[in-house]
């Protein structure tokens, strides 16, 4: 089932740079999706700067050479500005260039540039939205091209600027105290403690994303998060490591159920989750050895460790201790997991269901009657005193998110879900036009690396959101180990075509009187190019 929401999208930006006397000027274009060349590619009309920035003259040749590949250039990032910049070089009047537009000057700069044999170069990028990003780097604003953007992107302290130093020295700060409030670690003499059984620890620091409900960036803010090396733990063999999590059936069942019984559903996540598990570490000896600005922070003694006593962040085993806290205390309050799923939690008043609840790690969706004198919403307020939570948002009041997943609620208690940020941000091959006509050529080792890489985005959307996409992403899978450059266009216009409908929805209707399960398979013979099969996810040689 599918439906649609208002599409906002309706122009995306392509790029224009230029390059002249060692300054490039990126241009922006607005233009609708359907003014489309053959191979799909935007054209470009009414310009507007963006940015410009300084690049090494060396890197420009002549107006007569020619760049083959516009990523040899490694533009890098560049500056915003807020106006277009002048072309104070050009003298109007003597250009032959009849346009009075800034942009425009620019190109007439360009003529004369080419004209005068100076060094000068333009290229000409057609570019979608999630090709041009505004990210940060060590806690300042650029632009990035042509460059996805690296979401949570490990930070390294010694790069930044003193602001942002002391701004990530308050987040360790917290992050330890978290640690002593939990009672996750004590400090003891590392006298005696064999050196198999004294684990390391280090900082892992990003900025976090901090959006409004629409997905846009608001600020970010420092992240630091203090983990132990868990891959030096001497009883690694022997420890249970499997830790279920909520699979894409049961999350749709879930919403289908919480629709029909015109529930409200609601999104909370559990802050330092691990940290809030029982001391499972405390019989068996596990020691680790903090960094320099923990023990400084504590007024530690260079002899002295952490023993460690929960499962903490690092150790391999600990998302199964926290499944198992949270188990525990939900069955301890009444809920009953489900037989067939082991993350979902049902909850039953006199023998009829009240409301249910589905886990991913520290994610929890929660669904019932949004009543606080009910059974529910007592059940529902009793979890919440048990753990600290860092946001708990009702779908009925805005737009939440679970687990990459958009998700509203209706007035009717319909809920749909989407994946529209997501789609946005599945990037396509790099081709040129030449490469393009080249259809029977076999892919590269680094065109086959992004034609990977983009196979797993489609195939993520696919079994999350958008089922249409199965058939097609199963079948160009099947092609990866002899694609072709036609292979790759087919995987672009795919890209494409998901990016245009990335506003359809998975729909669970709340009107439904008498509801059917009905499944269906594909268990065609032969149906892939080297004439093996597909069935199942799996593939069966000839």
């Known amino acids: 089932m599918s439906g649609s929401r208002s599409n906002l999208r309706s122009r995306s930006p392509s790029a224009r740079i230029h390059f002249s006397q060692g300054q490039y000027e990126i241009y922006m274009s607005s233009q609708k999706h359907d003014n489309e060349d053959e191979h799909g590619d935007e054209h470009v009309d009414d310009d507007e700067c963006i940015g410009s920035a300084h690049v090494d003259h060396s890197m420009l040749q002549s107006h007569e050479d020619t760049i083959l590949n516009a990523e040899d250039l490694r533009l890098g990032c560049f500056a915003k500005v807020s106006q277009w910049p002048e072309s104070s070089s050009v003298d109007r009047s ?56 690296k979401r949570r992107a490990k930070v390294q302290f010694r790069t930044l600027t003193d602001d942002d130093k002391l701004d990530f020295l308050r987040a ?71 830790s279920p999590t909520l699979s894409t059936q049961s999350r749709n069942g879930v919403l289908s159920l919480a629709a029909q019984m015109h529930w409200d559903i609601a999104t909370g996540d559990i802050k330092t989750a691990f940290l809030n598990g ?19 922070m504590l007024g530690m003694e260079p002899h002295e460790v952490f023993r460690v006593l929960k499962a903490v962040y690092g150790l391999l085993h600990a998302p199964r201790c926290w499944f198992d806290k949270l188990n525990s205390v939900l069955v301890g309050q009444g809920w009953v997991k489900s037989r067939l799923e082991p993350c979902v939690w049902k909850l039953y008043e006199n023998g009829e269901l009240q409301g249910l609840i589905g886990g991913h790690v520290d994610d929890l969706l929660v669904c019932g009657p949004r009543n606080p004198d009910s059974y529910f919403g007592q059940k529902v307020q009793q979890l919440r005193e048990s753990f600290p939570f860092g946001s708990w948002k009702w779908a009925m009041d805005e737009s939440i998110t679970f687990c990459g997943c958009e998700v509203e609620q209706n007035k009717d208690f319909s809920i749909d879900i989407s994946q529209e940020r997501y789609a946005d941000h599945i990037a396509e091959i790099n081709l040129t036009k030449e490469r393009k006509m080249q259809k029977e050529d076999s892919l590269t080792e680094a065109e086959k690396k992004q034609f990977r890489v983009i ?32 292979d790759a266009l087919e995987l672009n216009k795919l890209v494409r075509s998901q990016r245009q409908f990335g506003d359809t929805t998975l729909h669970f209707s709340s009107k439904i009187q008498k509801p059917m399960l009905v499944t269906f398979h594909d268990a065609s013979w032969s149906n892939r190019r080297d004439l093996s099969s597909r069935w199942n996810d799996h593939s069966l040689d000839k």
């Open 172 to 242: 360790m700060k917290d992050e330890v105290g978290s640690y002593l409030e939990h009672e996750a670690v004590s400090i003891a003499s590392r006298v005696g403690v064999p050196e198999s059984r004294l684990l390391g620890m280090q900082w892992v620091l990003s900025w976090k994303r901090v959006e409004d409900q629409d997905g846009n960036l608001l600020h970010q803010k420092p992240k630091a998060r203090l983990i132990i090396k868990g891959f030096q733990d001497p009883d690694l063999l022997a420890l249970r490591r499997d």
């Open 278 to 296: 029982d001391q499972t570490e405390a019989q068996r000896a596990i020691f680790a050895d903090p960094p320099d600005e923990v023990k400084l």
């Open 455 to 486: 196979l797993g985005a489609l195939a993520w959307r696919s079994t999350q959101t958008a089922p249409w996409l199965c058939a097609s992403t199963s079948y160009l899978q099947g092609c990866f180990q002899t694609a072709t450059v036609e």
């Open 94 to 149: 003597q250009t032959t260039c009849s346009h009075t537009s800034r942009h425009k000057d620019n190109q007439c700069f360009f003529l004369e540039s080419v004209s005068q044999n100076r060094s000068c170069v333009e290229i000409v990028l057609n570019v979608a939205p999630r090709d041009v990003h505004q990210g940060f780097r060590n806690g300042k604003k650029e632009w990035k091209l042509n460059e996805k953007p």
